[in-house]
């Protein structure tokens, strides 16, 4: 399982999972538990990361499909229709609806680095870049007035202006150590930004290793396996 996300209402979880014979679904699993998850929504095609519209009526997709990643739509009361939303562009990843369901903040590599953008919706065709010299996986502040994003193992924050059209103020430096190097990639988003304004992510221990020697390691093995063979 991979890519989970709440429901507005926090009823549920929606995440990315296996389907039958191997292909790709998007599973809804109630947040209490109790019951199996319900199956929104399976393809053969590589899928990743989702985003839920702030009314939950639309669910957005990253889907592999004529060689590219696209953006595709999912109503969950009809789950068997998938429309495009954002297709032909050069990769299309880590969308992200804002608080008012009125843009999709994307990663894209259309300007031959990883850059975040905002696309309007439901008509994709307004576009304004957000970050500038490389950024991906963007995440909205709970008033919408900040695109949180990573780039290398900085975190940035760009301070936008909504009226007369959206754009990007400022952009400032949130975190900034050699050793707060977001892990993931930019299929979709590795933190995460609570109403609160707190930061929740992940931490690349890539150099946080350990050498363990195990003398004698092969009769203690065997005397395991045996034991796991009784229970």
């Known amino acids: ?59 957005l997709t990253v889907t592999y499909s004529n060689n590219n990643w696209n953006i595709f739509r999912i109503k969950p009361e009809s789950t068997t229709v998938l429309s495009p939303y954002l297709t032909g562009a050069q990769g299309s990843f880590a969308p992200r609806f804002s608080p008012n369901g009125k843009w999709v903040a994307i990663t894209s590599i259309e ?15 307004e576009r304004i870049q957000i970050s500038s010299g490389g950024g991906g996986s963007p995440s909205w502040s709970a008033d919408g007035s900040r695109i949180y994003y990573s780039s290398g193992a900085v975190l940035m924050s760009a301070s936008l202006a909504t009226t ?23 299929l979709a988003a590795n933190y995460d930004i609570a109403r609160d304004g707190r930061f929740l992510g992940l931490r690349n221990n890539k150099d946080d290793f350990q050498i363990v020697l195990v003398p004698d390691w092969l009769p203690e093995l065997k005397q395991r396996m045996a034991g796991s063979r009784r229970k």
């Open 1 to 59: 399982a991979a890519s989970p996300v709440w429901t507005p209402d926090s009823r549920y979880v929606l995440f990315v999972g296996e389907g039958e014979k191997k292909r790709f679904a998007i599973w809804k699993q109630n947040s209490n538990g109790g019951a199996p998850a319900e199956k929104l929504f399976e393809t053969p095609a590589l899928t990743r990361a989702i985003t839920i519209s702030p009314d939950g009526r639309t669910v």
């Open 164 to 186: 007369p059209t959206l754009r990007v103020l400022t952009r400032d430096t949130v975190l900034a150590s050699p050793a707060i190097a977001l892990a993931g990639g930019n």
């Open 111 to 125: 300007t031959n680095q990883s850059e975040v953008f905002v696309r309007s919706y439901p008509d994709p065709s």
